[in-house]
């Protein structure tokens, strides 16, 4: 009887999800004994002909690690689902986007400057960028094209399951590839994690109060705080009410509060729009000014709250909806990163909006400004 066939691939990624299977340690010969790993780009010397020339459904299992943002991982991806009988999504970037995800506040455009011509690291005085096809003497050379925007893995394909974290848990690794292998009965979009959030587990949730209150926003560089207890009380952000549990504690036992690597809970439809509502219930105030003055302290919202899932949030979504009006509304409420990323959104679909262009270059210029004026906080 022929053995099972497992497939690992990586998309857009920095490689942790990759060393989460080597984790796994000698645990891995336990799968080497009921499978064979047939294609693993990072550790194989396998080809992309060699799946395309596979049966349909002829793996058994594909873990794909990485979230969508090259017409190669587009391809590979629909690939491997139709070689495929179960598809993983491993790691926080495939199940709702990751921190890749952050460069959706961003155009296309202003990620390949910014990558090849601003940063200061980098000498190129031509400004060349990527071209999908070039010519060097008598080869034509191909590169994948770049997308405008980042998402998910289910935005592309159909998963069966999802491994989340950054990096993921090896436990749970393990313990997916074995539930794949051994025909475990297995509910749609089964999450290998906890099903509560992380605080329900965490090992300073004794020192958290009943009714946790926050007076003031402390920054982890601006004090010491103590490494017993739970970090709201001690008036510091940590994404734990909000933030689905099995890492371990990592950065808890680091003394370092929770950033929200695995994701949300369990019926949870937005992971940063669960932390804002849980945070505005802590405010220990009803003084508009104070609640204000709270909320500003947070220089970005939307990087921290939606550190790994802008992709897959209602945010991501909803910005489809907005328009320039609505920009210069957020500008008037001094709401001024959701404002750019409107403003970059709708000029990713008209390159040639005179009125969008003009306010971007106006809102950089003004944002530039406030930065020089250290007694105004952004």
Same mark, same amino acid.
């Given at each position: 009887m022929?053995r099972?066939?497992i497939?690992?691939?990586?998309?857009?990624s920095?490689?942790?999800c990759?060393?989460?299977v080597?984790d796994?340690?000698e645990?891995?010969l336990k799968i080497m004994?009921?499978a064979?790993?047939?294609f693993w780009p990072v550790?194989?010397?396998?080809?992309?002909?060699?799946?395309?020339?596979m049966q349909?459904? %002829?793996l058994?299992?594909?873990?794909?690690?990485?979230?969508?943002?090259?017409?190669?991982?587009?391809y590979m991806?629909?690939l491997l689902?139709?070689k495929?009988k179960?598809v993983?999504?491993?790691g926080s970037?495939?199940?709702?986007g990751?921190?890749y995800?952050?460069?959706?506040?961003?155009?296309?455009?202003?990620c390949?400057d910014?990558?090849?011509k601003e940063?200061p690291s980098?000498?190129?005085?031509e400004?060349?960028?990527?071209q999908?096809?070039?010519?060097e003497?008598?080869?034509?050379? /191909?590169l994948?094209?770049?997308?405008?925007?980042v998402r998910p893995?289910?935005?592309?394909?159909e998963?069966d399951?999802y491994i989340p =974290?950054?990096?993921?848990?090896?436990?749970y690794?393990?313990?997916?590839m074995?539930?794949?292998?051994?025909?475990?009965?297995l509910?749609?979009?089964?999450v290998?994690a906890d099903q509560?959030?992380?605080c329900?587990?965490c090992s300073?949730?004794?020192t958290?109060?009943?009714?946790a209150?926050?007076k003031?926003?402390?920054r982890?560089?601006?004090w010491q705080?103590d490494p017993e207890?739970?970090?709201?009380?001690?008036?510091m952000?940590c994404?734990g009410?909000?933030?689905?549990? =099995?890492?371990?504690?990592?950065c808890? !036992?680091?003394n370092?509060p929770?950033r929200g690597c695995?994701?949300?809970? %369990?019926n949870v439809?937005?992971?940063?729009?669960?932390?804002l509502?849980?945070?505005?219930?802590?405010?220990?105030s009803?003084?508009?000014?104070?609640i204000e003055?709270?909320?500003?302290?947070?220089l970005d919202m939307v990087?921290?709250f939606?550190?790994?899932?802008?992709?897959s949030?209602l945010l %991501?979504? !909803?910005? /489809?909806?907005?328009?320039?009006?609505?920009?210069?509304r957020?500008?008037?409420q001094?709401?001024?990163t959701?404002a750019?990323y409107?403003?970059?959104?709708?000029?990713?679909k008209?390159?040639?909006n005179?009125?969008v262009?003009q306010?971007i270059e106006?809102?950089?210029?003004?944002?530039?400004?406030?930065?020089?004026d250290?007694t105004i906080?952004?």
């Amino acid at each position: 009887m022929e053995r099972p066939k497992i497939a690992l691939y990586w998309c857009s990624s920095c490689g942790g999800c990759e060393e989460s299977v080597l984790d796994i340690y000698e645990d891995i010969l336990k799968i080497m004994e009921v499978a064979d790993i047939v294609f693993w780009p990072v550790a194989l010397d396998t080809k992309y002909k060699d799946v395309e020339g596979m049966q349909d459904d %002829e793996l058994a299992a594909c873990l794909i690690n990485g979230s969508i943002r090259m017409d190669e991982h587009e391809y590979m991806a629909k690939l491997l689902r139709k070689k495929s009988k179960i598809v993983v999504a491993h790691g926080s970037c495939a199940c709702i986007g990751g921190i890749y995800g952050l460069a959706n506040l961003y155009r296309r455009e202003d990620c390949l400057d910014r990558a090849y011509k601003e940063v200061p690291s980098v000498k190129n005085p031509e400004g060349i960028l990527p071209q999908n096809q070039s010519n060097e003497g008598e080869f034509e050379i /191909e590169l994948s094209g770049f997308h405008d925007s980042v998402r998910p893995l289910n935005h592309v394909i159909e998963v069966d399951y999802y491994i989340p =974290g950054c990096p993921p848990n090896p436990k749970y690794v393990f313990e997916a590839m074995m539930s794949s292998l051994q025909d475990k009965t297995l509910s749609k979009d089964s999450v290998f994690a906890d099903q509560k959030a992380l605080c329900a587990t965490c090992s300073r949730r004794d020192t958290k109060p009943e009714k946790a209150v926050i007076k003031d926003i402390k920054r982890l560089h601006e004090w010491q705080w103590d490494p017993e207890k739970c970090f709201l009380v001690q008036d510091m952000l940590c994404l734990g009410p909000a933030t689905r549990g =099995g890492c371990e504690e990592r950065c808890i !036992k680091a003394n370092m509060p929770c950033r929200g690597c695995y994701g949300p809970t %369990e019926n949870v439809i937005d992971h940063g729009g669960k932390f804002l509502s849980s945070l505005a219930s802590i405010i220990d105030s009803r003084n508009e000014g104070e609640i204000e003055k709270i909320a500003d302290s947070i220089l970005d919202m939307v990087g921290f709250f939606y550190r790994y899932s802008l992709p897959s949030s209602l945010l %991501e979504k !909803k910005i /489809e909806f907005l328009n320039s009006k609505d920009a210069d509304r957020f500008i008037s409420q001094s709401r001024y990163t959701e404002a750019m990323y409107i403003y970059r959104r709708l000029i990713s679909k008209e390159p040639d909006n005179l009125y969008v262009l003009q306010r971007i270059e106006e809102l950089k210029t003004f944002l530039e400004l406030l930065k020089k004026d250290k007694t105004i906080l952004i």
